[in-house]
Every structure is written in C-alpha cells, then in structure tokens.
C-alpha cells in the first residue's frame, strides 16, 4: 500500500524562478525510501509576481509550494502517527532545500520553515488503485492546541503595549547576548540545534 502525503506550502518570502516557458520542473528526488517531489509555482499562478521577460526566458518570484511524498506502507491505522512521520520528512526537506537554496543561490535573507499540519492531505493507494483520502485525526485540528488562558505574555495588548511604547521612544535595546539567545531560539524552531548550540556558545562569551 502506498502513503501519499501532500501539503501547501505559504512560504513568508518569495523565492525566484526562471524557465524557458511558463512553469517550472518539479525537484524529484528520494531521502529515506520516500519518493519527494517539490512543486514550484507556475509564473502565472497564485502567490506568484511576474519580474519580466529576457528573450525566451520568464523570470518570476513566488511565494506558494507544494511537497508531495510517496512512501510504502504496510496499513494506514494509526493515522496521527502516519500525520506525524510526512510532518517529520516535510520539514527536513524543507529544511535541506531552503539551506541548499540560501547557500548556492546566495539568499542570506531566508530560513527554513516548518510545515503547517492543517495543510496535510493523507492519501492511501491501495494494491488495486483505489485511492482513499484519510480522515484527520483530533489531535491535528488546532483547538486541541489552544492555551487555557490567552497569552497576554506574548502578545501586543493593553498590559505590554506601554513597554514597547518605552523601548521605542527612550531607544531601549536588548543587549547582544540576549538578541544571541533568541537568534539561537529562532535556528532550533527551524530544526537547526547545531547551529543554535553555536550562537548559544557566542551569547555566553558576550555574558562572561
């Protein structure tokens, strides 16, 4: 039985395209005995802005992908866990594709993104063709995440509003190693714990 997992990706910045036509071949490779395929936006689909056009070539940044794997598995009972390992597989590649990109096509400016689970389409290919879409499972709708209490802590509201009124007309600025600390926090959202570990050793130089 073969385990189609298929999400959207809404990136929060725009990447480049350039083809000899109006779309773009998707990247189709394998890691870990999963077949990956990685859809690029087509120049005139949504979440894209045409750049301009340079004899035959079409030059495009767009903002929307789309991951589909295709692995072999034995059933498709535990569905969350299933849900779990596609999560698992996207944000690595998402992870080694926007690090390859960053580095080989110089854009210091973007990171890895996870994927968004409500974004996930589970499919199920049986031996004899017949496709089933599987159900979600409760654990991936997003009100069993809700906090009990709504998070005035990190939020803009009435209770925080006034210190950043300060911090921005007295100038009040974080000290280096404490803009380090969050740099590090951010890297280890992004699945990269060794760079993180990294920048953590510099805040603590800045601290001594």
């Avoid at 109006?22 to 490779?29: K, Q, R």
């Avoid at 854009?107 to 049986?126: F, G, M, N, Q, S």
């Avoid at 496709?131 to 709504?150: C, G, V």
Wanted: charged share 30%; glycine share 8%; proline share 6%.
């Amino acid at each position: 039985m073969k385990l189609i997992a298929d999400i959207r990706i809404e990136l929060p910045f725009a990447l480049d395209f350039c083809a000899t036509g109006p779309d773009l071949d998707p990247l189709v490779c394998t890691l870990q005995g999963v077949q990956i395929t990685l859809y690029f936006p087509p120049s005139l689909s949504d979440g894209t802005d045409g750049q301009g056009l340079f004899g035959e070539w079409a030059w495009w940044k767009g903002t929307i992908l789309r991951l589909i794997q295709e692995r072999e598995v034995s059933d498709v009972e535990d569905v969350e866990s299933l849900r779990e390992m596609a999560l698992e597989t996207g944000d690595e590649v998402m992870r080694r594709f926007i690090n390859s990109y960053r580095w080989r096509l110089g854009r210091a400016d973007i990171y890895p993104v996870r994927l968004d689970p409500r974004k996930l389409i589970l499919t199920a290919e049986h031996e004899d063709g017949a496709r089933e879409t599987l159900a979600e499972p409760i654990s991936a709708f997003f009100y069993k995440n809700m906090p009990k209490d709504p998070p005035l802590k990190t939020s803009v509201n009435s209770r925080t509003l006034a210190r950043l009124r300060d911090d921005i007309a007295k100038g009040v600025e974080p000290s280096i190693g404490v803009q380090l600390d969050l740099d590090a926090e951010a890297l280890e959202g992004q699945g990269e714990f060794l760079r993180a570990e990294l920048i953590r050793g510099l805040a603590r130089q800045q601290m001594d």
